[in-house]
């Protein structure tokens, strides 16, 4: 069965460090979206992309924040300049269609950052 | 924003028992899906259901998206049923409810 992989599962990283995050959505999907979940915490949309361009994004999602689909098959999220309260589980997710049609979204396995 | 509240928080049963979760949210969506979040934090799809009902071994789930509701309904709970139960309406993204921490002892 297709799924989302996500790399690498676990980052570890000094404050102020650029990190980037790789998913590879499932291959005939066309929207792809990054996720977070603090510890403890509900999980919170970042940023949704389609058609090499970014459909939303969140308050969250501001210019530390980055997502680029370097080639067909990888989604990546670049963190440009780590901060402590960016330590989270990050989790990628792809659907096949947008919100008016059926736009069940699967989601990978998470990666955990952890900014020291 | 549409606001998502998901009932009980938390909830500790016994291996067998029945169980019913509840998704109240705020405004119409288009859509409404159900994960569980297994203790080694992966998010498992369970349910794509923006109406009606619909099962899958133990679990079901119905939305009465007229009334701005779903239920997740657990037959004869099990171990591994433990974890929390997210529920995610969505518009153009999954907008999140705090969860239900479900606990099943042996």
């Known amino acids: 069965e297709p799924e989302v992989t996500q790399t690498p599962s676990h980052q570890v990283t000094q404050m102020g460090q650029e990190v980037i995050l790789r998913c590879v959505p499932i291959s005939n999907h066309l929207y792809f979206y990054w996720y977070r979940q603090i510890l403890g915490q509900k999980v919170e949309f970042l940023v949704s992309f389609y058609n090499n361009e970014i459909s939303e994004k969140s308050e969250i999602f501001d210019d530390q924040f980055s997502v680029e689909r370097p080639d067909g098959s990888n989604f990546t999220l670049k963190i440009r300049s780590t901060k402590l309260e960016d330590s989270a589980m990050y989790f990628c997710?792809?659907?096949?269609?947008?919100?008016?049609?059926?736009?069940?979204?699967?989601f990978g396995p998470g990666t955990r950052l952890t900014v020291l | 924003g549409i606001q998502v509240e998901q009932s009980p928080p938390d909830l500790i049963l016994q291996e067998g028992a029945n169980s019913t979760l509840r998704c109240n949210f705020s405004d119409s969506v288009n859509n409404l899906q159900w994960f569980h979040q297994n203790p080694w934090g992966q998010l498992i799809n369970l349910f794509y259901i923006p109406s009606g009902t619909k099962q899958n071994g133990r679990l079901s789930a119905t939305t009465v998206a007229t009334e701005r509701y779903s239920l997740l309904y657990i037959s004869s709970s099990q171990t591994t049923d433990s974890g929390v139960y997210f529920c995610?309406?969505?518009?153009?993204?999954?907008?999140w409810g705090a969860g239900t921490k479900l606990i099943i002892k042996p």
């Open positions: 997710a792809s659907s096949l269609a947008g919100a008016e049609f059926y736009n069940e979204q699967f």
């Open positions: 995610a309406p969505c518009n153009y993204q999954l907008i």
